[in-house]
C-alpha cells in the first residue's frame, strides 16, 4: 500500500452533506483527544496527514483522505464534556446517517485510551460498530503511557465492558512510539 499518495480529501460537518463514494472505507473513531489524528499520522507514516491538537475536541467532521483504491474516514471525535447538547444531536445524526451505509465499509477501527475504562460515550461507539455488522478492531492507544501488566489489566476491562465478540481485536497500540503499527495494517491489508 502506498501511504505517499494518500491525501486529504473533503470534509463534512451536517449529515445532510455526508456523501459516499465506491471505493472501500477504513473507518476510525474515538473519544476526543485519544489521539487518533496521531494515530493515523503515524500508521502511514505521515507528519502532517491529519492534525494532532492540543485542545481536545477539534476534529468535529468527517473527514476523507483518499488513498490507493481506498476511503480512510475520520470520524468526528465524542465524548467532550464541554461540548453542548446542540452539538452531540449533531454528532449523533452524523454516526446515524454514516452507519446508514454500513456496506462501504472495509474495517471499523475505534481507539480507546488504553489507561482506563471505556466510558459510556465508547460503549456507544462501540455499539456502532457491532450494529453495522461489518469487521472492526479496537485499539487502545497511549500504551507507552503504562506498565506491561497494567495493560495486561486493563485490556480485560477494555473487553468486558465494550462486550466485544472474541473474534473482535484488541490491539494494544502507541501513537508516540509506533508500538502496534505492524499489527494494526495487517488487519487493514487482510480487509482490503
Ligand atoms: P481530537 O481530534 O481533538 O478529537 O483529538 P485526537 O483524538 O485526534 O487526538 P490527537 O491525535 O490530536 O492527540 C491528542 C493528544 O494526545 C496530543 O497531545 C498527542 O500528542 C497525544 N497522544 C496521542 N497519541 C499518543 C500516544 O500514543 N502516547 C502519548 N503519550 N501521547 C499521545
Ligand atoms: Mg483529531
Redesign the pocket.
Given at each position: 500500500m502506498r501511504f505517499d499518495i494518500i491525501e486529504f480529501d473533503r470534509s463534512y460537518g451536517t449529515s445532510a452533506q455526508l456523501k459516499r463514494f465506491s471505493e472501500p472505507e477504513i473507518v476510525f473513531s474515538?473519544?476526543?483527544?485519544?489521539?487518533?489524528?496521531?494515530?493515523m499520522n503515524k500508521l502511514f507514516n505521515r507528519k502532517n496527514l491529519?492534525?494532532?491538537?492540543?485542545?481536545?475536541?477539534?476534529?468535529v467532521t468527517v473527514n476523507f483522505f483518499k488513498g490507493d483504491k481506498v476511503n480512510f474516514v475520520d470520524l468526528p471525535?465524542y465524548g467532550?464534556a464541554a461540548v453542548a447538547k446542540a452539538e452531540r444531536d449533531r454528532w449523533g445524526k452524523l454516526m446515524e446517517s454514516f452507519f446508514a451505509e454500513p456496506e462501504q465499509i472495509s474495517l471499523g477501527v475505534h481507539i480507546v485510551d488504553a489507561r482506563h475504562k471505556p466510558t459510556a460515550d465508547d460503549v456507544t461507539m462501540s455499539g456502532w460498530f457491532k450494529n453495522s455488522g461489518r469487521p472492526f478492531v479496537v485499539v487502545a492507544?497511549?500504551?507507552?503511557?503504562l506498565s506491561k501488566t497494567a495493560v495486561g489489566e486493563n485490556f480485560a476491562i477494555i473487553r468486558s465492558a465494550l462486550e466485544l465478540p472474541e473474534e473482535t481485536p484488541l490491539i494494544p497500540?502507541?501513537?508516540?512510539?509506533g508500538d502496534g503499527r505492524p499489527e494494526l495494517l495487517g488487519r487493514i491489508m487482510e480487509q482490503l
Open positions: 474515538g473519544r476526543s483527544n485519544v489521539g487518533k489524528s496521531s494515530l491529519a492534525r494532532v491538537s492540543s485542545v481536545p475536541g477539534k476534529t471525535g467532550y492507544n497511549k500504551t507507552d503511557k497500540f502507541s501513537a508516540e512510539k
